[in-house]
């Protein structure tokens, strides 16, 4: 694989590769009690590369029998628009309106819990799959944020594993809690109940 161009970037993939065609983690074993979801961070001026990383790996997934289902979170928000036939009125809001304003309406048309994990489920019932990736995270944001869509996925997606690739960093500390921080700037508010793939070991 040659991903010269980021210091480190090779051996991300080598690694993703090397956990999501265990068995072990196909199987969801060491989890616990917790729902498999993981959070793969990554720099964001990595985020080239690590569309690269993701498309590289679906293809040598399937290759070793490993059925990636790919959610991207922008191409769905576009499909949501469309489906609802409010990309155009939105469009043409956003001349009329404030920024906060046209945040508010974005979050109220885009509802995680009424419309975009329904959505998502629909795709999950679709076809067949080993494990879920869900990408486009820093392009749907501020209206649509990382912890709400986890939250709220809990309930739809605890049977396959699942790996949202993060622009920034998943922390963790004693007195606070993991935390998303998105571009490595914006804590994403606190979500606890997610693995860092790579402290993931086979």
């Given at each position: 694989?040659?991903?010269?161009?980021?210091?480190?970037?090779?051996?991300?993939?080598?690694?993703?590769?090397?956990?999501?065609?265990?068995?072990?983690?196909?199987?969801?074993?060491?989890?616990?009690?917790?729902?498999?979801?993981?959070?793969?961070?990554?720099?964001?001026?990595?985020?080239v590369?690590?569309?690269?990383?993701?498309?590289?790996?679906?293809?040598?997934?399937?290759?070793?029998?490993v059925?990636?289902?790919?959610?991207?979170?922008?191409?769905?928000?576009?499909?949501?628009?469309?489906?609802?036939?409010?990309?155009?009125?939105?469009f043409?809001?956003?001349?009329?309106?404030?920024?906060?304003?046209?945040?508010?309406?974005l979050?109220?048309?885009?509802?995680?819990?009424?419309?975009?994990?329904?959505?998502i489920?629909?795709?999950?019932?679709?076809?067949?799959?080993?494990v879920?990736?869900?990408?486009?995270?820093?392009e749907?944001?501020?209206?649509?944020?990382?912890?709400?869509?986890?939250?709220?996925?809990?309930?739809?997606?605890?049977?396959?594993?699942?790996?949202?690739?993060?622009?920034?960093?998943?922390?963790?500390?004693?007195?606070?809690?993991?935390?998303?921080?998105?571009?490595?700037?914006?804590?994403?508010?606190?979500?606890?109940?997610?693995?860092?793939?790579?402290?993931?070991?086979?």
């Amino acid at each position: 694989m040659n991903m010269s161009a980021t210091p480190g970037i090779a051996e991300k993939y080598d690694h993703l590769l090397k956990v999501i065609s265990s068995r072990r983690f196909l199987a969801m074993q060491g989890l616990g009690n917790e729902v498999p979801f993981f959070i793969c961070p990554f720099p964001p001026a990595e985020t080239v590369d690590m569309q690269r990383v993701q498309k590289q790996l679906v293809k040598a997934l399937e290759k070793k029998g490993v059925h990636i289902l790919e959610v991207n979170l922008y191409d769905l928000v576009m499909e949501l628009l469309e489906k609802r036939n409010i990309f155009k009125r939105i469009f043409e809001t956003e001349k009329k309106v404030s920024k906060d304003q046209l945040l508010e309406l974005l979050q109220g048309v885009l509802d995680a819990e009424k419309h975009l994990i329904p959505a998502i489920g629909e795709k999950m019932a679709a076809r067949e799959f080993d494990v879920m990736f869900i990408t486009g995270v820093g392009e749907v944001f501020p209206y649509l944020r990382s912890h709400n869509v986890l939250n709220n996925l809990q309930s739809t997606a605890k049977e396959k594993p699942t790996i949202l690739f993060f622009p920034g960093s998943y922390t963790f500390s004693l007195g606070e809690g993991s935390s998303l921080d998105l571009f490595g700037r914006l804590r994403d508010d606190k979500y606890y109940r997610a693995f860092d793939i790579f402290h993931y070991d086979i």
